[in-house]
Structures are given as C-alpha cells and as structure tokens.
C-alpha cells in the first residue's frame, strides 16, 4: 500500500494546480476590480440586477429536469435491479452507459435535427396526419435535452444502491405481513435513498450549469446561468462579473449538498431505528443495523 | 506527510523544468524567421499561408479565437507573442486607446494603395495608423420570399405578430439592441440611458415573437427554409443565398451596422517586419480576392473586387451601393457601457 501512495504525487500536483489553483483564482478574481483592488461591487450587481432573475430560472429548470430524472430513473433502475439474470443486468446497465461513449454535444445536436420543423419527428408525425409540433427553441427542449443526457446519472447510483441491498431485509418485511407495496415503501424506498440523493446531485448540478444545452435546443431564449457566466467571458469580457457569479453558484450547490445529505442521513436514520420500533420482536442481525447506519 | 512533501517537490521541479525548456523552445523560435498570426476561425484560405511561406521565406505560425474578447484578454495578460492579429472595429479602438498596438510602417507596406479610401480612416481608426482592413461587412435582414410577402424595408418587420416565432435574431446585446435603436431612430453607438431603456422594452416586446437567437447555426435554419426573417452578417447572406434561391437580403432604411476586422500589429510583436510583409501580402489584390472567394466575405479594395467571380463581384449583398453603405454606422467601443448592453440583454431573455 504504501509503494502505490507514491503514484499519487502526480495526481496531488494536478489536483494543486487544476483544483486549488484555478479555484482561488475564481474566488480573486470575483472580489478584486479591474485594478486589482478589493471589491465586493460584483456580488452587489449581482444581488440587485437581472441575474438574480435567471438564477431562479435555473434553479426552475434544473429542478424540474431533476424531478423527471427522478421519475424515469428511478423505476428503471428498480426494474434492472431486481432481475434475477446477471446478463440481463450487465445488458441492460451497457444499454445505458453505451451512448455516453459518444460526445454529449453530438448527441445534443441530433436533437436538433429531430425536433426542428422540417426535422424527422415532425415528417413522422406529418405521416400520420398530425400536426407539426413547435419544440426546437422552447424550454421544453431545454428539459427533454437535460432529460436526455443526465438520466444516466440518476438511474446508475440508484442502480448501484438497489442492487447491493441485503435481499434478507425484503425478505423479512414479507415474512412480518407487508405486501409488496408496503415492502417497497417502507424498506426498499428508505433503503435507496443515499443513491437517490446522490442521483438528484448528479444530476441538478450540472443542470443549473450547462450552457451547451440552453444554446442547441432552446435556441439562447431561455437563459440560464450557465449561459450568463459563459457570456461574461466570452463577450463582454467581464471576467470579474463572471467569477463573482461562479461563486455564487458553487456556494448554492456547497450549500444545497449539505442539506440533502444530512436531511437524507437523518431520514435513512429514522426510517432504520423506525423499523426497529415498530417491530420490536424482531431482531434485526447486528450487521444489518450497522449497514444502514452508515449508508 | 513528509514523505508526500518530498514527492511534490519533485513533481513541481519536473512541471518547473517543463516549462523552463518549453519557454527555451519559444525562445528558439523567436529568433527564428516567422510570422505569428491571431485570426477568427475559418478565415483565411489555408493555401494563401502555404503561397506566403513560398515567396517570402517567413514561417507562419497561425492559430485561431472565436470572439473579440478571447483575444484580448489573452493579449492583456500577457505571455502571448503574436505578430498579426485580426480584431473587429470597436477592439481596435479599445486597444490603441490602451497602447495594445503598434503603429504599422506604411513605407512597409506599399499595397495599402489598393484599399479604397471608403475604407480607410474609420472611427476605429481615424488616423489609419493602426490597421489595415481584412473583411468588411454589413448587418441586415435575410428573407424567404416565399414566406414573407410583406416588403421588407425596416427593421420593424422584425416586431410584425405575423411572423411569430419565424424570427431568428442575433444572439449578440450589441447587435440586436443596436437594431431596436435603429428602429427607434437613435444611433446604434447610443448611451443615453433612458433610450438603452426604450430599446430594451422594445425587445423584450419582441421576445415572443422570436424563434431563436443564434449565431452560426441561423444560416442552415434559413437554407433549409425553417424561418421567415433572420438578422445576419451579409458575408454570412452572400453564402446562404447562394445555397437557397428563395432567399433575399436587404438592409433596412433606418440605417444599419458596418463592420470592420482588420489586422493590427500587438505592441509586443516580436516579429513586427514579418507581421508588416504578411500585411502587405495579404492586402495585394490577387491574395485578397483569393481569400474573398474562398470565405465570402466583402473584401475593401475595388482592384481586388476586379479580380473576383462574377456572380461575387457583381452581388449586392457583399457590395452594396455606396448610397446604401453612406447611411451605416461602425460601432465604438462601448468602454464601460458593456456592462449596461449586457445587462439589458439579460433582462430581454429572462423572460
């Protein structure tokens, strides 16, 4: 063990200068002005101007992207799990993975070509006689774009936790009278919580920052803050403004994390000892208890 | 911890060596015969660079920036050593008003004789002691004929409620909030704030009506016919015209944008004789209608013109008449006022 720390000196270095480095250097520049003096002017333009406005469009967007993750993923990842056959499982996790090989913004752009008006989903439904349908360039090919690319995140966590959970448990609630709704509601459900917050993470964080997806479907209407940042330091040249605003962000997310993971943790807690309480006659296996208190 | 101490240490001497022979490197080359050209992607005909290495024996060196700001901040902060740099109007004004440049040798550089005097003596440079222009261009309306049946004269076709969500605007503050004064009769280099605040409310009355604001992608959305109107480049137009027959251009009355990019020399050339002799090559007539037929774009010398396809020459989207182009007006350098352009812009699309 010791001879491979040693192989971590590069990775320290990287980490040092394209982590640490680049981070302080946002945090510099986002309170110094043009001159170099220290300002807080930026964060002040920031809280009184029009980018607070897109901030909560953001948080909107990535919020419902999120949710719809949540309900698509979250079945999938419960349906995979719970087969039986190895294969199917390894199959089916490939099937998911597999179109990541190629480069998000390709993918993004062939929603281009589907969702336009002359495009190929519009010539399908022309074929069967309806009408042609006006997504490219609204909010809602903002969603199906985030949708799109960030399931894979929501659904692989959840995947991971469902699958390595103790079939004993399931097999002890059954045993104690709960059908299968109950089953899932009060044992899996509770159970899989740290993959779905870790989901939901996955996926809100780079939702509320992409730029790329704003721009290809939703055409610059919907504007972003990923879009904001993006223009501060690529047009205006405002590199102050748009550090500031990146700082905001990353306190927001620090922020947000923290709360879901010790709400998340406090829930996995209560639910546990809840189980415990409300079936004192059973006494779960020591191990058991000692695994979802440190989930 | 000692132990991961001694190891960084070591690390950080093997990147400290890196740099210290890749700068060696650059040095090496400084001392070298070439030329170091900035240039906007796509830009140049790349068998123009291969003709010029040919007849002058200088080396080029040639990489490409995507906006105006790219460049400068990496001209600003230094470290960077290039020899020709091609910025638009308002970033030449903004850099020899910082010292960012250095004065051309005209002796150097006799083809400046072919550049029409319309051409010269801009605002950006009024004294034509800092650039010499590359591309010129304007900004208006690109139809389709069949879509639109109106006459398209003024911007305020762009605000008609018959064509919702058939609009593409520019996705550029500068631009489109130069429209809204256009249409409302101001200058597009205003900074009077109450009138920045009447365009802003006329584009945000415009918003619903838009299908997109974009860039590069609003010329295949019109080729392939999927919009009514778009505000677009005319270098950009002579293109998508050429690929749609539907298709028309027209700059509208109130007065529009004429845009420069033009090459300037960083005060911290390294190579300021190369940088002149490439100026020089690319301003002769048969170089620059080379590049003109290759990237499309309007080109600042009648000689030159003389030299290009016939279809090119004769189009009055590249070269419209000089009544037209006497009515246009060249962007400023906003100075601090980009703040203000970008946070109306923001306020337009949070919507």
Redesign the interface.
């Known amino acids: 063990m010791k001879h491979f720390?040693?192989l971590s000196?590069?990775y320290?270095?990287w980490a040092?200068?394209f982590i640490v480095v680049s981070l302080f250097m946002v945090i510099f520049y986002a309170f110094t002005g043009e001159t170099g003096q220290f300002t807080t002017q930026h964060f002040v333009?920031f809280f009184s101007?029009?980018?607070l406005?897109?901030l909560f469009?953001s948080l909107k967007i990535a919020l419902i992207s999120t949710v719809i993750c949540l309900i698509i993923g979250y079945p999938l990842a419960y349906i995979i799990a719970m087969s039986t056959s190895g294969r199917y499982r390894a199959t089916a996790i490939m099937l998911i993975v597999i179109p990541m090989w190629m480069n998000f913004l390709l993918r993004t752009y062939a929603w281009?070509t589907i969702l336009?008006?002359?495009g190929i989903l519009n010539s399908l439904l022309r074929m069967v006689g309806l009408g042609p349908l006006?997504i490219?360039?609204t909010d809602w090919a903002v969603v199906l774009g985030m949708v799109y690319n960030f399931l894979p995140f929501m659904i692989l966590p959840i995947y991971t936790v469902l699958e390595k959970m103790d079939q004993g448990l399931i097999e002890a609630a059954a045993d104690l009278g709960c059908n299968k709704v109950l089953t899932f509601v009060k044992v899996i459900f509770p159970l899989s919580l740290p993959g779905v917050v870790s989901g939901v993470a996955m996926v809100f964080i780079p939702a509320i920052s992409t730029f790329e997806i704003t721009?290809l479907l939703?055409?610059?209407?919907t504007?972003l803050i990923g879009n904001?940042i993006e223009?501060?330091?690529?047009?205006?040249?405002?590199?102050h403004?748009g550090s500031a605003i990146s700082v905001v962000l990353m306190l927001f997310l620090l922020v947000s994390l923290f709360f879901t993971d010790r709400e998340e943790r406090d829930k996995v807690h209560a639910s546990a000892s809840d189980m415990v309480d409300t079936h004192q006659d059973v006494a779960f296996p020591e191990t058991n208890q000692q695994e979802v208190h440190y989930d | 911890m000692k132990k991961y101490g001694l190891k960084i240490v070591v690390a950080i001497c093997l990147v400290a060596i890196l740099c210290v022979t890749s700068s060696c490197s650059d040095k090496a080359q400084n001392e070298k015969n070439i030329v170091n050209i900035y240039n906007w992607g796509e830009y140049i005909d790349k068998d123009l660079l291969t003709k010029f290495e040919e007849e002058t024996g200088v080396k080029v060196i040639y990489s490409n920036f995507n906006t105006n700001e790219d460049m400068y901040v990496k001209l600003k902060n230094g470290g960077s050593n290039y020899d020709v740099v091609v910025p638009s109007d308002y970033m030449i004004e903004k850099m020899s008003n910082e010292d960012m440049l250095r004065p051309i040798n005209w002796k150097n550089v006799p083809n400046l004789k072919y550049v029409d005097r319309e051409y010269l003596y801009h605002s950006y440079d009024p004294n034509q002691k800092y650039s010499a222009p590359f591309f010129w261009g304007t900004l208006g309306i690109v139809y389709n004929t069949t879509l639109v049946e109106d006459p398209v004269e003024s911007w305020e076709i762009l605000w008609n409620k018959k064509y919702e969500r058939q609009i593409v605007m520019l996705d550029s503050s500068r631009d489109s909030i130069g429209i809204a004064l256009a249409l409302l009769g101001y200058s597009m280099n205003a900074t009077d704030f109450d009138q920045l605040k009447e365009a802003e409310a006329l584009l945000k009355e415009q918003y619903p009506l838009v299908y997109a604001y974009l860039v590069d992608q609003t010329k295949d959305i019109m080729i392939n016919g999927e919009a009514a109107l778009a505000v677009m480049y005319s270098g950009d137009a002579v293109e998508a015209l050429s690929e749609n027959e539907d298709l028309a251009y027209a700059i509208p009355l109130e007065g529009s944008n004429l845009w420069f990019d033009a090459m300037v020399i960083p005060a911290n050339a390294q190579h300021p004789e190369n940088a002149e002799k490439f100026i020089n090559f690319m301003l002769a007539p048969e170089n620059a209608a080379q590049n003109a037929e290759f990237i499309w774009y309007s080109i600042p010398s009648t000689a030159a013109k003389e030299l290009l396809e016939e279809e090119l020459q004769n189009s009055e989207v590249a070269y419209p008449p000089k009544k037209v182009l006497e009515k246009l007006e060249v962007f400023r350098d906003p100075g601090d006022m980009v703040k203000i352009y970008d946070d109306i812009w923001q306020e337009v699309k949070n919507q």
């Open positions: 720390k040693n000196a590069p320290v270095v040092l200068i333009r101007g029009s980018t406005g897109t469009q281009v336009s008006k002359n006006d490219l360039y721009a939703g055409g610059n209407k504007n904001v223009q501060q330091f690529t047009v205006t040249g405002d590199w403004y």
